[in-house]
């Protein structure tokens, strides 16, 4: 529809050029026949016979068709060149979406290998530790008063498998988010929110979502992944770069998106560069495939402010 528009507003300036153009042809025509405008050039030409000046008036009309047609020349290939370059434009379009959909595809894929991962390391891992653990204390007690090296090494049994149980506990939390299946969006991100909380206790975190509340617990499992990832990687940099006191997660419903919006009082920067944000990076492109945007901003001693925007139009209100 807008190529036809246009082409329809480019011919409506081609027709009214046209007609100025046939206008000023008609009108110096009436101008050179009142002021036998030849004959008082032929008159001024004559002295320069010799030199050939009464050639000019025919050098210059000539040069005038030349240059008429060296501009259609050129214009053909403009629109040849307009041609190509929206056939690029097209090209690179479809190419971006495919490429979204690729990168969702991929990120979908990733996400369900961690949630079988996370499943067996729970399941398998967890029972058979279990099962250690369980004759690991039956041989502590019957061990007790009897033989000190049995017992020792039942001792070192139970630290062992302690320790190990608290590694995968702590694996499981990073391949899949605690409740988020169960509970829901919201209670994931309180939950890491208080884990973050005990490991940078200097930090407050606040988590407000108000009247996003129902939008944000009917997403799609994608949708609600990317939101906690991307809180997760924000909070990470908190950690490790900004020197906050203070900072804020929130949640808003804006029509049919819901913007989700991370700031921190820490030290901030002058400028924003992707060279060390490449989990911010990963980001971008997840929300991006899902058809949102993702905005960063900061200022020196105005700490980091990071803004997704996600399309939530199925979500029910």
Known sequence: ???????????????????WVLAGTVIFFGLSAAFELSEKVLALTRPWERYQADELPGVFLFMALALAWFGWRRVLEARVELARRMALEKQLAETLVENRRLSLSHVQVQEDERKQLARELHD??????????????SIRDWSAGISEDIYGAALSIIDVTNHVQNTIRDMLRRLRPAGLDEL???????????????RNPLTRATLEVDEADAAIENLKENESMTCYRLVQEALNNVARHAQARNVVIRFARQGAQLALNVSDDGTGASQITN???????????????????????????????????????RVAT
């Open 1 to 19: 529809m807008t190529v036809v528009v246009q082409s329809g507003i480019s011919r409506s300036t081609s027709g009214r050029d046209l007609v």
């Open 124 to 137: 398998e891992m967890g029972q058979h530790l279990n099962a250690i653990k369980i004759d690991a204390v």
């Open 184 to 198: 829901g969006l919201t209670a994931a991100l309180e939950h890491l929110l208080t884990q973050w909380q005990a």
């Open 275 to 313: 060279t060390k944000g490449l989990g911010l990076v990963g980001m971008r492109e997840r929300i991006e495939a899902l058809g949102g945007g993702l905005a960063i901003e900061s200022a020196v001693d105005e700490g980091f402010r990071i803004r997704a925007v996600i399309p939530v139009t």
